[in-house]
């Protein structure tokens, strides 16, 4: 069991690009989540996708983040254009029904 | 509005001595509650879980406590280890917010050898 795996680890980008963050979920997982993490704010859910359908996007900041889950073993999460205050680590997780998440080790992005 | 908090933000205890991680919500319909693990630069990792069924559970070093009429849980960890010290954060799940988890800000502990 490979767990789940993000790419890339570190991201760094100027201000006004578009960066695309990358998740590959646990095999016959049926839930997918991205979580970002901030000193301010802590771990707060984004979005997350029940059988590759967005549930709750109600966490999205704002128009400029979108994710996508085209298949059951790929999901993406896009910020364009990208600002500062994007700066953070954005984690994937993936579960089975109501078991625990798990957890990939993050992408971290700074934006400059 | 924090539905789930852990007003400790960080924590020192000595090795071999017990550690007490807190943690209080407010939505009466969380019924499913998990403690995760996170070192630096790495994910977090599940540690334990608890129904609102059930007011204890025990794992090896590891226990959680329910207590559901404060809407309060507890972390216990007997005998503390220096490897014991991440960040942990609880976490809930139920109702409204289905297969969703909302996370804590996190504890800091720090076993001292």
């Known amino acids: 069991d490979a767990g789940v795996i993000q790419s890339p680890r570190h991201e760094v980008t100027e201000m006004g690009q578009e960066v695309t963050l990358r998740c590959k979920p646990i095999?016959?997982?049926?839930?997918l989540f991205w979580y970002r993490q901030t000193m301010m704010r802590g771990l707060e859910l984004l979005i997350y996708?029940?059988?590759?359908?967005?549930?709750?996007d109600s966490g999205m900041p704002e128009d400029r983040f979108s994710a996508k889950m085209p298949n059951a073993s790929f999901s993406t999460l896009k910020i364009q254009p990208s600002e500062p205050r994007d700066s953070a680590v954005y984690f994937c997780?993936?579960?089975?029904?109501?078991?625990?998440?798990?957890f990939g080790n993050g992408t971290r992005l700074t934006v400059t | 509005d924090q539905q789930v908090k852990q007003n400790s933000p960080s924590l020192s205890v000595q090795e071999g001595r017990i550690s007490i991680l807190n943690c209080d919500y407010t939505?009466?319909?969380?019924?499913?509650f998990l403690w995760y693990k996170k070192y630096p630069a790495e994910g977090p990792t599940f540690l334990i879980s608890?129904?609102?069924?059930?007011d204890k559970n025990e794992d090896g070093r590891f226990t959680v406590f329910l207590n559901k009429s404060a809407k309060h849980l507890s972390l216990h960890i007997v005998p503390s280890q220096p490897g014991d010290s991440a960040v942990y954060f609880c976490?809930?799940?139920?109702?409204?917010?289905?297969?969703?988890?909302?996370f804590g800000p996190g504890t800091r502990l720090s076993v001292l050898p």
């Open positions: 997780a993936s579960s089975l029904l109501r078991l625990p998440l798990h």
């Open positions: 095999s016959g997982h049926n839930s």
């Open positions: 996708f029940n059988n590759n359908v967005p549930i709750d």
């Open positions: 939505n009466s319909m969380f019924d499913y």
């Open positions: 608890i129904s609102s069924i059930k």
């Open positions: 976490a809930a799940s139920g109702g409204n917010y289905g297969q969703n988890f909302v």
